[in-house]
C-alpha cells in the first residue's frame, strides 16, 4: 500500500531514524512519560482509585510487566534501527530552577559530547560546542546535547534550568489534608504571586503522584 511504501522511505532515511530516536529517548528516559516510574505511578493511583471496586486487583503489572516490558521495546527499537540512547549524554542535574552558577557536568558511555546552551540541535548548530569539563549555569538555559561516536549521533538529551526571575513565582495558598470524608476531598491549592503567567507543563510535587500534563 501507499502507507506502507511512505513507512519504507522514511525507515531508509537517517534523520527520521534519529528523530524517532529522539522522542523514544525523551519518553522512556530522564523522568519522561512512559519511564518504568512513571508507569508505576499511574498503575498505583489507578490500583488506589479503583480499591473500593476491585479490592483484589492484579498487581503483576507492578512486579512483572512494568520491569520487563521495558526490556522487550528497546530490544525492538534496537532491532529496527530506531534506538540510539545508550550513549545518549546524561546530565549531572536534572530540568528546574537553581541557584545561579550551579555548576553542571554531562557524562555518557563513549564519543565525544557536543552541547547547545540555546536550544539548538547540537548535531547542525553553528552553536555547538564540545563538552571538556563541568561548566556553570548563570541563567536560564536550555541545554541540549548529542554524543557523537563512529560518526553516528546520538538520541537528544536536554534539560531546561531556570534562575531568577524566571522561576515560577508560586506559592503554596491552602492544604487540606487528612480531611474529614476520606481523601476525596484533600487537595493542594496553588497561587502565582507574580505578573506572568507560569506554564506548569510537566511539573509534579514529591509525595504526590501527580503531574501536569504537557
Known amino acids: 500500500s501507499d502507507i506502507a511504501r511512505l513507512y519504507q522511505s522514511l525507515r531508509a532515511s537517517p ?19 512512559l519511564e518504568d516510574g512513571r508507569n508505576l505511578e499511574r498503575f498505583e493511583e489507578l490500583s488506589s482509585e479503583l480499591s473500593g471496586v476491585l479490592p483484589g486487583i492484579n498487581t503483576s503489572i507492578r512486579s512483572n510487566w512494568v520491569p520487563n516490558r521495558r526490556r522487550i521495546i ?15 549524554p546524561v546530565f549531572s542535574r536534572p530540568s528546574g530552577p537553581l541557584v545561579p552558577a550551579t555548576p ?17 540541535d547540537p548535531r547542525t548548530s553553528a552553536t555547538s560546542r564540545i563538552y571538556t569539563r563541568p561548566f556553570r ?5 536550555h541545554i541540549r546535547a548529542r554524543t557523537l561516536q563512529d560518526n553516528q549521533w546520538s538520541a537528544l538529551s536536554e534539560s531546561t534550568f531556570l534562575t531568577e526571575p524566571d522561576v515560577p513565582t508560586l ?16 487537595f493542594i491549592e496553588f497561587q502565582n504571586t507574580g505578573e506572568t503567567e507560569v506554564d506548569l ?4 510535587l514529591d509525595g504526590i503522584t501527580f503531574r501536569f500534563a504537557e
Open 15 to 33: 534523520d527520521f531514524r534519529l528523530r524517532w530516536a529522539d522522542r523514544f529517548h525523551r519518553l522512556f528516559f530522564n523522568g519522561g512519560a
Open 74 to 88: 528497546i530490544e525492538h527499537m534496537k532491532q529496527a534501527d530506531l534506538y540510539r540512547s545508550d550513549n545518549a
Open 104 to 120: 553542571l557536568s554531562l557524562n555518557s558511555n563513549g564519543g565525544i559530547i557536543h552541547y547547545t546552551s540555546d536550544g539548538s
Open 137 to 141: 549555569i548563570t541563567e536560564s538555559q
Open 171 to 186: 506559592r503554596f495558598s491552602e492544604i487540606m489534608y487528612n480531611p474529614q470524608g476520606g481523601d476525596a476531598f484533600e
Open 201 to 204: 507543563s510537566g511539573f509534579s
